[in-house]
């Protein structure tokens, strides 16, 4: 069983839609999680990222995390097609300097939002 | 900032050939991360380094991988001798060492055939 586990899709949406995107995790050590956004043809890009527990907005962006589930989400409200790309979730279990990027991902979710 | 840069961009190779990848991190960076992706496993971390010192190598798949920084602004990836299976996407990341934000590079898609 893979640490972190994730629906790779593909998932398509109609432009305006509410996407969810989850991702659930077998290692209790993990405390950063983040979200990460890759087009095609280019390296991942973090898009949000939470500490432990809780709720985190930016724009249109939700992330949400709870450790309890070992589970964490996403979502992304009045989606548009330039937000078609593959998300991938992200978590780190090291609460120090030297290892932020030393990160474990998920497989990623191809999501297309059409016009 | 011009970014992790990564060349070359795409490389073709024949099995048994060796194979150079090479990173250039955000100046001010002081960790840098190798990532393997393919379809089948995703995103694998191979190796990264602190300081130019490699402190975990665990992902590296076997002894035909080897990774170098030999200062602050340079890091390779070395394959020697390449299979077909080492087809993938690499990627080099770099961090601040304390920012939470892994800087990812555009990728060097090989190709080994």
């Known amino acids: 069983q893979k640490e972190v586990e994730q629906d790779p899709g593909p998932l398509s949406v109609p432009e305006g839609a509410i996407v969810s995107l989850n991702c659930t995790y077998s290692?209790?050590?993990?405390?950063?999680f983040m979200w990460y956004r890759q087009y095609s043809r280019k390296g991942p890009e973090l898009l949000m990222y939470t500490y432990s527990s809780g709720n985190k907005e930016d724009g249109r962006f939700t992330a949400q995390v709870d450790k309890s589930s070992k589970y964490i989400s996403l979502f992304i409200r009045d989606s548009q097609p330039s937000d078609s790309a593959t998300y991938l979730c992200?978590?780190?279990?090291?609460?120090?300097?030297?290892?932020?990027?030393?990160?474990?991902f998920g497989q990623g979710t191809i999501l297309t939002v059409h016009p | 900032d011009a970014g992790v840069i990564q060349s070359p961009r795409h490389e073709v190779t024949e099995m048994g050939q060796e194979v150079t990848l090479r990173c250039k991190p955000i100046?001010?960076?002081?960790?840098l991360f190798w990532y393997r992706q393919t379809m089948m496993r995703g995103l694998e971390l191979l190796i990264y380094?602190?300081?130019?010192?490699?402190?975990?190598d665990s992902g590296m798949p076997e002894d035909r991988f080897s990774a170098k920084m030999p200062n602050a602004s340079f890091s390779t990836l070395k394959i020697q001798p390449s299979e077909p299976r080492d087809s993938a996407v690499y990627f080099c990341?770099?961090?601040?060492?304390?920012?939470?934000?892994?800087?990812f590079g555009q990728g060097t898609r090989l190709t080994v055939v």
């Open positions: 380094f602190n300081n130019n010192v490699p402190i975990d």
């Open positions: 990341a770099s961090t601040r060492q304390s920012n939470t934000e892994a800087f």
């Open positions: 992200a978590m780190s279990g090291v609460a120090g300097g030297t290892s932020y990027g030393k990160l474990t």
């Open positions: 100046s001010g960076h002081n960790s």
């Open positions: 290692n209790s050590a993990f405390q950063y």
